[in-house]
């Protein structure tokens, strides 16, 4: 399996399951107009994002003009079916059929879809609903990448990444401090304790895959929901406490993101002696970045 039909594959899983839960009873239940609207605005600029890359590659995505009054559920269908058409054009084994995907394009693509759906998810959370996990590691079924010819992709998804850390500490440098460590609604509270999920999710894999002990990072995650994730009334999160100092946060945001890419660089292959689906993480690992730096940036439209 190619990389390209694994992006593919993530991508309209994310989007189907993404979909699932916004068109539910619960989510159309407590879903205030102002946050649809805000979702809605998201979903078409997913939509946009999607149509733009399959004429990039020269397929046709349909007629359907989305206009200001079309439901989030019509949206919703408009886009899976973009992205199921993505799929199946990618689904051949033939490399020809990939020529056209410059490795950079497709991950451009890729990682902002997931910023996208990290916003969506993020004005679900601000209305007291459960964070939704879409994380790459859950795809099923999958089949492994295998060959070292495409570890370029992931060393350029790695490098894409650090500039993506880079941009974001840039957009939150004018907030204070105390719109920083409020609590606006995200599922880590605040965008403190966002960054601090982000960074810890990224060193926990940097130790595993380099045969390191993080058992340390146990006490974060396993953990009832309801400690796990914060609600309206939350005056503190357990998330906040691994790097309370905003700056130093921010320096090891900065020196695990290169970490991280050096690592992915000084690979020679995808053989691993524990971690059998090495590809699959090299892959989640960044993915997750940009889902909740797609959250942070839902946070910094509402605060404003």
Known sequence: QTIHQVLAQYNHWANDKLFGHLTSDLVKEKVTARYQELIRESLVE???LTKAFLSFLGISSGTTNLTESTSIESVCAVILNTSDTLLAHLASTD???????????????????????GAVSGFLCMCGLK?????????????????????ELFRLHAKQNMEAYTDLIKSIEGLTDEAYHS???????????????MVMGDTVWYDVLRGKDASR???YWERPDEELYSNAESTSSLWETWCPDRDELKERIRKQSALWSEYVNGLEGFDHPTEKRLGLVLFHVVNHGWYHRGQIYAALRVIG
């Open 217 to 219: 990072f146990d006490v």
């Open 131 to 151: 964070p939704l996990a879409l994380d790459a590691l859950y795809i099923k079924p999958y089949k492994e990448v295998t060959d070292p010819q495409q570890l």
């Open 95 to 117: 490399t020809e059929s990939c020529q056209p995907i410059t490795s950079e394009s497709l991950l451009s693509f890729t990682n902002k879809s997931t910023q996208i759906r």
């Open 183 to 197: 609590n606006c609604g995200l599922c880590f509270r605040s965008v403190h304790g966002t960054l601090n999920h």
């Open 46 to 48: 997913l939509d946009g």
